[in-house]
DNA sequence: TGGAGCTCCAGTCGCGAAAC
DNA sequence: GTTTCGCGACTGGAGCTCCA
């Protein structure tokens, strides 16, 4: 026997999941449940006439992916229905309960059972907690060596990610200041030049930043959603390009064989816009081998921002799992929890802070609906709804056209077929020289923003900056080394092609 | 049939919305 | 205005589905 509960279409904004939610809860009769959330489930949870069920039916949810109205299929076999059939008939339900009922009947997972998966029993031990916390923050002045190990002291690895009071003032100084900075980023809007990409001057002040906030909150390694989005921009403003379109200057040439015609001028212009296709490129292979499914399956829009606990959580789950190897998850996640109950409220509020920021300049970044063309002047800017319209239609168009080609499985695969698109990097004179005006015009943005807002996080924010500015000097430096006929070439062209396409990467204004 | 991709799960906190 | 609740975010693995 096969029951079908159908939907119409697939509900895709939180809205409509939320109607369709909703119709499935809604009772028969509507009249008692209107009292309101709270009621209805007590009259679910409470009502002593509710059928206890120990052996749900063996469900299996289906869902057809190859067509746009997804359709949703109950199945019970004709064993489970008889015992269905032969069990004593239940005394009548509230109208209220059968909703709660029907809701828990299509989504309980079947044949596990796990004695804290009841939702309400997780929500009970939920409101327990937060009450919990209120009392830990008002115990918390009194309970001063507060533990993580068994030691009965803070581990010390966690030390240094918990402020002292030493340092809180200094803190504190850091987030005034950075909302300084963030107040003052926001109202500038930045004013277009001739010749100058209006995006690469937003990349070179944010995507430094961002970096150091995925460093923060999740070390080398870790995903971290807004890096994702961040670099999803990117890599979907690279599939445009590189799909093509009216407006997308073709492929550089090789750099090796430059048009005769071409003044030096030209050709460094021709090289900046390779270089930044290069490194386009090379970001967005490496966070679509990065980005996890579940972050692409859904829309930007939808999802929602990472929160300070977030942040700190991700990173810290690292260490305590290191730590403690054999902890499964739950315990994992119970030690983030207590351990984020004790750390003080300042680093708490600065987690807090850090989740904003980030937000703030995703939120900037995706609101930027500045397209530039490669290799011309031209930057086309529009009302953001319209920009949007656009880039739907052509993500769209690029999704069409992709069919074409089959999808790499593999991310590795996928990685080189998207670095196979670009011509490798030559190391000569010129590409020094493209790289150096590719800094130059990232250091004077800085510069500008620096002088603008007179922070100073600003200024204490560019300091790394600069030191990373002058770590991507060294290539083209050793390029220009590299051509002293004494030195025979002595550093592989390879390697410096290698480390161009990676300084390509790390550039900042790229 | 094997591999790749997708979904769900665990426990926790934060946020937004609804209820009171 | 306060309280309560649902949902989403974090990660890694297990299990399921789909496709070649």
């Given at each position: 026997m096969t029951n079908v509960v159908k939907t119409d279409s697939t509900p895709t904004s939180p809205v409509q999941k939320k109607m369709r939610k909703k119709s499935l809860q809604s009772p028969v009769s509507p009249s008692p449940i209107k009292k309101g959330r709270k009621n209805a489930r007590q009259s679910y949870s409470q009502s002593p006439t509710y059928p206890e069920v120990k052996a749900p039916l063996k469900i299996k949810i289906r869902r057809k992916t190859d067509t746009k109205s997804k359709s949703f299929e109950v199945e019970t076999s004709d064993e489970e229905q008889e015992k269905e059939e032969v069990q004593p008939e239940p005394e009548p339900v509230p109208e209220a309960a059968r909703g709660s009922l029907k809701m828990k009947f299509f989504f309980k997972k079947p044949d596990k059972e796990t004695p804290k998966s009841s939702t309400k029993a997780k929500k009970k031990k939920h409101k327990h907690k937060r009450v919990s916390v209120t009392d830990i923050k008002k115990r918390r002045s009194s309970e001063n060596t507060e533990t993580f190990n068994q030691s009965g002291n803070l581990d010390p690895e966690f030390e240094e990610d918990v402020l002292t009071d030493n340092q809180i003032p200094a803190a504190e100084?850091?987030?005034?200041?950075?909302?300084?900075?963030?107040?003052?980023?926001?109202?500038?809007?930045p004013v277009m030049e001739a010749g100058k990409s209006k995006e690469l001057r937003v990349t070179s002040e944010e995507i430094p930043v961002a970096v150091e906030e995925v460093a923060i909150a999740s070390g080398e390694e870790t995903v971290v959603d807004g890096e994702d989005v961040v670099s999803w921009d990117a890599a979907e403003e690279v599939v445009e390009e590189e799909v093509g379109g009216d407006d997308v200057a073709p492929s550089p040439l090789p750099m090796s064989e430059p048009e005769p015609e071409l003044t030096t001028e030209q050709s460094l212009a021709m090289k900046a816009n390779h270089v930044r296709?290069?490194?386009?490129?090379?970001?967005?292979?490496?966070?679509?081998k990065k980005g996890t499914k579940k972050a692409d399956s859904k829309?930007?829009?939808?999802?929602?921002?990472?929160?300070?606990?977030?942040?700190?959580?991700s990173k810290m789950r690292k260490q305590v799992a290191t730590q403690f190897p054999g902890l499964q998850f739950g315990d994992v996640?119970?030690?983030?929890?207590?351990?984020?109950?004790?750390?003080?409220e300042k680093e708490k509020q600065m987690w807090k802070f850090r989740s904003v920021k980030m937000v703030n300049?995703?939120?900037?970044?995706?609101?930027?609906?500045?397209?530039?063309k490669l290799g011309s002047k031209m930057i086309e800017t529009g009302p953001k709804k319209k920009a949007k319209?656009?880039?739907?239609?052509?993500?769209?168009?690029?999704?069409?056209?992709?069919?074409?080609?089959?999808?790499?499985?593999?991310?590795?695969?996928?990685m080189k077929r998207e670095l196979a698109k670009i011509p490798p990097p030559s190391v000569e004179a010129i590409d020094a020289a493209a790289h150096f005006h590719l800094l130059g015009e990232a250091l004077l943005a800085i510069g500008k923003t620096v002088r603008a807002s007179r922070s100073v996080a600003s200024t204490t924010g560019t300091l790394s900056l600069l030191l990373d500015s002058m770590v991507c000097s060294f290539v083209p430096l050793l390029t220009l080394t590299n051509q002293v006929p004494?030195?025979?070439?002595?550093?592989?062209?390879?390697?410096?092609?290698?480390?161009?396409?990676?300084?390509?990467?790390?550039?900042?204004?790229?």
């Open positions: 100084e850091e987030i005034v200041a950075s909302e300084e900075e963030s107040v003052l980023e926001q109202k500038e809007e296709a290069m490194a386009k490129s090379v970001k967005a292979s490496h966070f679509k829309s930007e829009d939808k999802k929602r921002k990472a929160s300070g606990y977030n942040l700190w959580s996640s119970k030690k983030l929890g207590d351990l984020w109950k004790k750390i003080p300049q995703l939120e900037r970044l995706h609101s930027s609906t500045t397209k530039r319209a656009a880039m739907q239609q052509k993500l769209a168009r690029i999704n069409t056209e992709s069919q074409e080609f089959p999808p790499h499985k593999n991310p590795e695969q996928t004494e030195l025979n070439g002595a550093l592989p062209d390879e390697l410096m092609s290698d480390t161009f396409a990676n300084i390509s990467y790390y550039m900042p204004g790229l």
